[in-house]
Nanobody
């Protein structure tokens, strides 16, 4: 079992950058595929980015491709989401998730953090 805690959210103007962190505890995340999802008010939670347990493969939603980067530091038991060129439509609560297999479907992830709010002003 692993517990996940997100941090790094905040308020930023359009065009700005934020780096989100997802810290694991309970056990190392090195054996898990890790992903980021986001959920805006009144909308379904949607896939953002994912990386395999090895970090050798990444996957991005089309809406963030070229702007966001997912990477992990297993020595710190942490996965990150670097968000650049932020847009107002990126505003959402961002969640990290872990599972043994990488996927885009939220229902395939067993472990979730509590989320961190990202607000992008126009």
């Amino acid at each position: 079992q692993v517990q996940l805690v997100e941090s790094g959210g905040g308020l930023v103007q359009a065009g700005g950058s934020l780096r989100l962190s997802c810290a694991g505890s309970g056990r190392t995340i090195s054996s898990y595929a890790m992903a980021w999802f986001r959920q805006a008010p009144g909308k379904e939670r949607e896939f953002v980015a994912a990386t395999t347990w090895s970090g050798g493969r990444t996957d991005y939603a089309d809406s963030v491709k070229g702007r966001f980067t997912i990477f992990r530091d297993d020595a710190k038991n942490t996965v990150y989401l670097q968000m650049n060129s932020l847009k107002p439509e990126d505003t959402a609560v961002y969640y990290c998730a872990a599972d043994v297999v990488i996927a885009r479907e939220k229902d395939k992830y067993d472990y979730w953090g509590q989320g961190t709010q990202v607000t992008v002003s126009s």
